[in-house]
């Protein structure tokens, strides 16, 4: 199988994960680098690749036969759209857009154009997060009935030298809660009503550090997000699920999925039943599934380039990942005005 020849678009923290990553893929060939900044020119330099300050001069040099957006949020949909106007299709990073109505702009981009579109949902790709949806989705756990998540963690002091961190949509829900929310809607489908509070009471800047959401699926389950990036805990998915080096890896759970007939942990896997007799005066059972290993990222690019071909749909597309964005949206909403959001069908 010839490699696909992939561009770059955004050289900064998650881009030149993307870049490494091409750089040693069977799927892919890096193909060129687009960032105007001083620091993506000297990497270029430094690996023998192709530079671009300029994206669309790129596009049309260096002519990729796909591209990885990995530019700022506020850019995503821009970039995209220049891409897709010369029939060049696109891995776009998490989240899809700032808002649903541009989210909703680039699918119909996408269409137009006639190209698939994959978001880089990246957790999709976990093995761990594959396993345990198909023990919910094999009925296993019985009826879903709740749904409990942990992401608590500490951002370094320097993190918020960036002025934007510290204003509001800089903030851990539109960063970091997206993904415990992308992975909810994965295991236990679509949300069809949210409440949340909101707190700025640890660190005292105007965005929030704390947060707490209340959802209610449509399959009847109900579940619960705790969110901090100001507490010193382990209890987060990126130091549990070790997707990552750059995060020192800690033996929790972070992730509790009850059913009527078991439970699950993540991303430990634990299976807990009653083998006998049920209810609470009687022993439960825990199996545990060998941890299931796997670099998502990795495998997502081997998906871009089956999405590319046409040979596989792409695991997080754009309007999945739009109700993703909604939902996650509706957080700051519900904070806002104090009101539970419902969502449409
Ligand atoms: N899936 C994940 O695990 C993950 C992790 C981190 C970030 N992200 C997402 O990736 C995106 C980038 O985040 P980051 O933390 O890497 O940001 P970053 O600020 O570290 O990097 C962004 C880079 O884009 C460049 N850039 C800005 N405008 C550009 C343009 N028009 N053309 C080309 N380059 C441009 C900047 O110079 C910078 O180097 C965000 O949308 C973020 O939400 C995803």
Redesign the pocket.
């Given at each position: 199988m010839s490699k696909m020849n992939v561009a770059v678009?955004?050289?900064?923290?998650?881009?030149r994960t993307h870049i490494e990553l091409a750089q040693r893929h069977d799927a892919v060939r890096l193909a060129a680098i687009?960032?105007?900044?001083d620091s993506?020119r000297a990497l270029a330099k430094a690996q023998g690749l192709p530079w671009y300050a300029d994206?669309r001069e790129m596009l049309d040099t260096a002519r990729p036969d796909a591209a990885i957006v990995?530019?700022?949020?506020a850019?995503?949909v821009a970039?995209a759209i220049d891409c897709m106007e010369r029939g060049i299709p696109v891995l776009v990073?998490?989240?899809i857009a700032d808002t649903v109505e541009e989210a909703r702009a680039l699918c119909a981009a996408a269409k137009r154009a006639g190209l698939p579109l994959l978001v880089?949902h990246?957790r999709r790709h976990n093995p761990i997060i594959r396993k345990a949806r198909e023990i919910v989705n094999a009925g296993r756990l019985g009826k879903p009935v709740t749904a409990t998540v942990m992401a608590t963690f500490l951002k370094p002091d320097s993190y918020f030298d960036v002025d934007w961190r510290r204003k509001p949509g800089g903030g851990p829900v539109l960063?970091n809660l997206i993904h415990e929310i992308d992975l909810l809607r994965v295991l236990l489908g679509e949300i069809e009503s949210l409440q949340a509070i909101r707190s700025n009471n640890a660190r005292g800047f105007a965005v929030e550090d704390t947060t707490a959401v209340m959802l209610r699926f449509r399959n009847g389950a109900l579940g619960t997000i705790t969110l901090s990036d100001a507490t010193a805990a382990p209890w987060n998915w990126d130091l549990a699920a070790g997707e990552s080096e750059h995060y020192p890896r800690q033996n929790v759970n972070t992730h509790f999925i009850s059913g009527t007939e078991a439970s699950l942990t993540l991303p430990g896997l634990e299976f807990w039943n009653y083998r006998e007799r049920r209810g609470w005066h009687d022993p439960l059972t825990a199996e545990c599934t060998a941890l299931h290993r796997g670099n998502p990222y990795i495998e997502q690019l081997r998906h871009f380039r089956a999405v590319v071909d046409g040979s596989e749909a792409p695991v997080c597309s754009g309007l999945d990942a739009m109700r993703t964005l909604e939902a996650t949206l509706a957080v700051h909403t519900s904070a806002d005005s104090g009101q539970t959001v419902v969502f449409e069908d």
């Open positions: 678009i955004g050289a900064g923290a998650i881009g687009a960032d105007p900044s993506a994206h990995a530019t700022p949020n850019t995503h970039v990073e998490k989240p880089g990246h960063i």
